[in-house]
């Protein structure tokens, strides 16, 4: 999320809070609970599904033209 944002020029084209279509916002600005404070001061939700974070990732991916590969376990399982 830190490099999508940072290094594909992506942090002045989305607005916080955001998240992907339909879910619960996972970046924003302030103290959130389960939250990572990313390099830039922002909040990245840390508390989230596998199939919500991944589907984030792809969103951000999707918006700066990248193609998204995971490696891993991102199944759907929680």
């Known amino acids: 999320m830190e490099y999508l944002l940072e290094h594909r020029?992506?942090?002045?084209?989305?607005?916080?809070?955001?998240?992907?279509?339909?879910?619960?916002?996972?970046?924003?600005?302030?103290?959130s609970g389960s939250s990572i404070t990313m390099e830039n001061g922002w909040q990245l939700d840390a508390s989230c599904s596998v199939p919500?974070?991944?589907a984030a990732i792809e969103a951000l991916a999707d918006e700066s033209g990248l193609r998204t590969m995971f490696q891993g376990d991102w199944s759907d399982g929680e």
Do not use: K
């Open 52 to 54: 919500t974070a991944r």
């Open 9 to 31: 020029q992506l942090e002045g084209s989305i607005s916080l809070p955001w998240g992907p279509e339909s879910e619960e916002p996972m970046v924003r600005h302030g103290d």
